[in-house]
């Protein structure tokens, strides 16, 4: 070669050695974004009602009664949902202790989790690095999943088994050795066993609705038939002894899980749990993928066009049957549409390589343009909302300055993107980063104390942990009350909810205290010793409850939520 052509061997050598480049950071600088925006946050605000609160104290129970297979809230009988999920909390907690990592941590591994099928399943698919890095960070970055990476929600673990179980059919689908492909059988099944006892049924219909149609279109469905049958011997060894177990000691757990949590939450009419129309997830799409949303219309395009491409048929499959199926039901909450999410990453990570290697900016720059005006229109409001409305108020200027640091991070690092599309693709990732790092962490008080009562809670803990009973009217602080004190036993004032079935059970009757027996409820309990009341005071009702109350104890107020502490009374 002459030296003419030296500039064509460099090129030719670069292009060699860009994979490995790719290779050597991609899995670093994840592991790395990870940690600094997944696991450091989880720490930095306190639990959300009803969620957080709920999840984290079930799972305490679980730890403090040794009753690891029927759920049960505050002692009392909850059946919304199977034990898996429950188990990965409770292990959280049982490892890093009764505080906001351990009870968010499963959550968060979770979803890191997840973000490894991204890159794997890419991998598979395109053996690019470069892909497959573009894919994971597209799909660890998407508002929805990043935001309930932090969250002790039950969503996270169950979006990874259904991950795990397509990643495991896509395997299964692609190997060559009997070997192999009998493995990722297995694989599934046990994803779907685990799927099974995180969240209920929907675990096992997810990978039929996907991999019946792509068999019986690539005419491979005597083979899902054949092999089909590992997976479901490897679901049933997962899951039967514990549903044996469960329907042992509460014969009526399969009855109430099956009616409640799938019947009405699909149903149509007036019965149906979170009744939404069949259009909600559409706009919400947008929402999810944001700081990505801009890169929806072109990759759903690019899809449609390359669809008789099998991996790319079968990545389409993953994404729409799962959204019709969810938008078809009558019952409907945001976070159903995490399943959804990972195959249109890996299109979307396919896209953007693909516009990076043809040099074409034009929609990473929109989606700049876009956030930018997103930020910028929220940042102005802000400094309206404040100045109008003192939504912050003086002692709160740290917490302000973090909203002001998010919305100005996201607003330089989308203009970055503008500038510089081709370079700086990715760094609209660092912009959520920022948000869901410190945004939580920013709420102003008033949030605070209507979302968080284990902070207000956590201030008079010692004196509350010093009572012999406990009171409150409502679920949301009665559960962080029970979860800061590892007590189970909260008595409910005027208050049911979603413990409605629970309370049902006559051996639960004490738990009740009506507005008409409170002031004998209070009289016996304070011949025991000291009690704790945590009251939540909304509305003319609530305030008539409070009247109801001694006039004789310590009193705490923060925001809407108040503590009173009564001495025991003397003989």
């Known amino acids: 070669m002459t030296s003419d052509n030296k500039p064509l061997r460099h090129a030719v050598r670069h292009l060699s050695q860009a994979p490995s480049m790719v290779e050597r950071w991609a899995i670093p600088g994840l592991i790395f974004a990870f940690v600094l925006f997944y696991l450091l946050p989880l720490m930095s605000h306190g639990l959300w009602i009803p969620d957080e609160t709920r999840y984290g104290q079930i799972s305490q129970e679980m730890l403090l009664s040794g009753n690891w297979v029927a759920p049960h809230f505050m002692g009392i009988r909850y059946f919304e949902k199977p034990i898996a999920g429950y188990w990965m909390i409770a292990i959280g907690q049982a490892i890093f202790g009764d505080n906001l990592f351990g009870v968010r941590i499963a959550s968060a591994l979770s979803s890191g989790a997840s973000v490894w099928l991204a890159y794997v399943l890419a991998r598979r698919l395109w053996n690019s690095p470069r ?82 149609p792509y068999m019986i279109w690539q005419r491979r469905f005597a083979e899902l038939l054949r092999y089909g049958l590992v997976a479901v011997l490897v679901a049933a060894l997962v899951s039967v002894p514990w549903a044996l177990a469960v329907q042992a000691r509460e014969p009526d757990f399969w009855r109430f899980f099956f009616w409640h949590e799938h019947i009405r939450r699909f149903a149509a009419g007036d019965d149906a749990q979170h009744a939404r129309p069949w259009w909600f997830y559409l706009p919400l799409l947008f929402a999810a993928t944001l700081p990505w949303a801009m ?52 299109l979307m990570g396919h896209n953007v390589v693909h516009w990076l290697q043809q040099r074409d900016s034009r929609i990473l720059r929109l989606n700049g343009v876009i956030n930018t005006a997103l930020a910028s229109v929220a940042l102005i409001a802000l400094i309206y909302l404040q100045t109008s409305k003192d939504i912050y108020t003086h002692s709160e200027m740290f917490s302000l300055s973090l909203v002001f640091i998010v919305l100005i991070g996201w607003i330089i690092a989308n203009a970055l993107q503008i500038m510089r599309p081709l370079t ?9 980063g920022l948000l869901i790092a410190l945004l939580p962490a920013a709420m102003p008080a008033l949030i605070v104390d209507s979302k968080m009562p284990d902070q207000f809670i956590a201030e008079h803990q010692q004196a509350l942990s010093e009572t012999a009973s406990l009171l409150s009217n409502d679920l949301g602080a009665a559960s962080a009350l029970s979860w800061r004190l590892q007590r189970p036993q909260v008595d409910l004032l005027n208050t049911v909810g979603e413990l409605k079935y629970g309370l049902e059970d006559p051996a639960m009757a004490s738990r009740k205290v009506s507005l008409a027996d409170v002031g004998e409820w209070m009289t016996q309990a304070r011949k025991k010793g000291s009690v704790a009341v945590v009251m939540r005071v909304n509305s003319t009702q609530d305030e008539q409850e409070i009247g109801l109350l001694p006039a004789d104890g310590k009193h705490y107020q923060r925001g809407n939520l108040q503590i009173y502490i009564f001495a025991k009374s003397q003989p």
């Open 295 to 346: 890169l929806l219309p072109s990759t759903l395009i690019r899809t449609w066009r390359e669809k008789r491409q099998p991996k790319i048929a079968f990545l389409a499959l993953w994404f729409l049957l799962p959204l019709a199926f969810f938008s078809l039901s009558s019952g409907k909450l945001p976070t159903y549409l995490m399943p959804c999410l990972l195959p249109l990453a890996l």
């Open 424 to 432: 700086l693709w990715a760094m609209p990732a660092l912009g959520i």
């Open 131 to 212: 892909i497959s890095a573009a894919c994971a960070l597209l799909y660890m970055s998407f508002g929805l999943i990043a935001g309930q990476a932090g969250y002790a929600n039950l969503d996270p673990q169950f979006t990874l088994w259904v991950n795990l179980s397509l990643v495991a059919v896509w395997f299964a689908i692609d190997s060559r050795s009997v070997k192999a492909r009998l493995g990722s059988w297995a694989l599934l099944g046990a994803a779907c066993g685990m799927g099974l006892m995180t969240k209920g049924f929907l675990a096992l219909l997810l990978p039929v609705l996907i991999a019946l």
